[in-house]
């Protein structure tokens, strides 16, 4: 059966998941290969603004399960954990995958696929002609360029420039190829399946379909669906969820879920004193200039009880919020490569034996400095322990040292000692930018062509991921609004969106930006030993 699928004024994702059957909006892997995503919905959400796509979809037959209703054979069941185990959920999923095929369609595609970053001035209007016109051309083997040359008002080609280097592209006899122009903002994608994929000629290709026919779309069942009743069926569900959301490698499974456990704050927010005390506190002040505001400066030491740190920030506390304070972020429970470690062994290290040079005034230089020193393990506390590892961070503070007026801000970090492992990679992180182009791509493409353009400089909304009411703390109140000009209070955290998902806190450094207190985090990922999982 022949038939043309063009661009749908729905969302792309959520539109070929109805086809496979498949619930939400979550980008599938047929997804990813159409329009040549990376996977990593998060990261593509940054650069991508529009997908459309056009083409031919040519179903000869399907074929599908007859068997109703479906069920799993014993051995299936009897390999679901019965709790959150992730060295067996990450099993099970690498054995039995997470869908079961119910029915296959098989013949040929042959498909333009368009998408627009961010960058691209291109109206949508403008963008759907042009892939009509592509299509018109491919399609109908006319290699004729005249309707690419429309011209507008004022005489020039409105057709970008890649449009044109697909039509004299040397790689028209490839299954799949592609042409991007990063001054136009667009690629084009082009990809044929089944038949002979390697003719450019479309009417060719469409008399070899029924000759080599491939499989061109899939209908799956959720393997989760037929466990209903198995004794930690919902743990494997949520594993599952984790892992299709956020797609890491297969090899990287186990240890992305052993991060998957929950996340708090230390302090949590009901520890904080808000109300009278009988004995007031004593807390040291920073001043940024003559007369300016006193910010007060929590020198409590805050650990996380061994548990590993996955992120920091600075925070203002108090019922006027004017003390500021040092937050981490851990994992509620201890993976279970870290459970087999006997190593007790911790140790503080802090910024104020740094030499003064990394002294850098807030505002006017005979007033409060902020130490911009990274604060690192010392190499040399690994030839004191009795086996190799690394040092992680499981606790923070902040300090000051000199005098008024002209103190300065230091960090102190709680080192705990990791047997068996070893660094494999780190990576330093600040506070995201708040201009970047963090989300809308799952929205946007839900309304591809059908809204109207917005101007190009307008930020779209980030993706937000924590389902809290206040996912970004709670309210401040208004009289604290003059000390935000001094801390950034902004969460600098790697969670499951930062593939591969197992970042650690091993290092950090406080810095001025834009006249601002602020952290710089280092992460690391670990290579653990085979004896640690």
Known sequence: MEGSEEREPVEMSELLNQRSSIQGKVPSGYFNSLFDLSGAWLDDAKNTKHLAFDGYFISLYNLHLRSSPLVLREEVK??????????????????????????????????????QSHSSTISSAELKLHLEDLGDILFSDERSLSPLHRKGREGKSKAPDVFFKILQSNNLQLSSYSETSTKDGITVVCSKRGGDAYLCNHSKWLQTVPITPDAILFKFVPITSLLTGVPGSGYLSHAINLYLRYKPDPEDLQRFLEFQVPRQWAPMFNDFTLGPQRRKAFYPSLQFRFLGPVLRVNTTQVTSNQKPVVGLRLFLEGRKCNRLAIHL???????????????????????????????????????????????????????????????????AQLITKGNWPKKSLHIRLLFTHIPYCSILRTEWARTPASTSHKGSFLTNISTTFTQRDTAAHKHEP???????????????????????KFVDMAEVVKGPQDIPGHWLVIGARLVKESGKIGLHVKFALLNYSESQG
């Not at 679901?80 to 992730?86: A, F, T």
């Not at 993976?335 to 910024?351: A, D, K, L």
């Not at 937000?464 to 000390?483: A, C, E, F, H, T």
């Open 78 to 115: 009897k390999a679901v954990p019965s709790k959150w185990e992730p060295v067996l959920l990450s099993r099970f999923i690498q054995t039995y995958g997470t869908h079961i095929i119910v029915e296959m369609a098989v013949g040929g595609q042959d498909v333009i696929c368009v998408k």
């Open 329 to 395: 972020q851990h994992l509620s429970s201890l993976p279970s490569m870290f459970t087999t470690s006997t190593s007790s062994m911790s140790q503080w290290q802090g910024s104020e034996d740094s030499s003064s040079g990394f002294l850098e005034p807030i505002q006017w230089k005979k007033y409060a400095s902020v130490c911009t020193y990274p604060v690192k393990y010392d190499p040399e506390w690994l030839e004191k322990s009795s086996s190799e590892g690394v040092f992680v961070v499981t606790g």
């Open 462 to 484: 980030p993706v937000i991921l924590n389902s809290g009411v206040y996912p970004d703390g709670p309210p401040v109140p208004i009289q604290s609004r003059k000390l935000l």
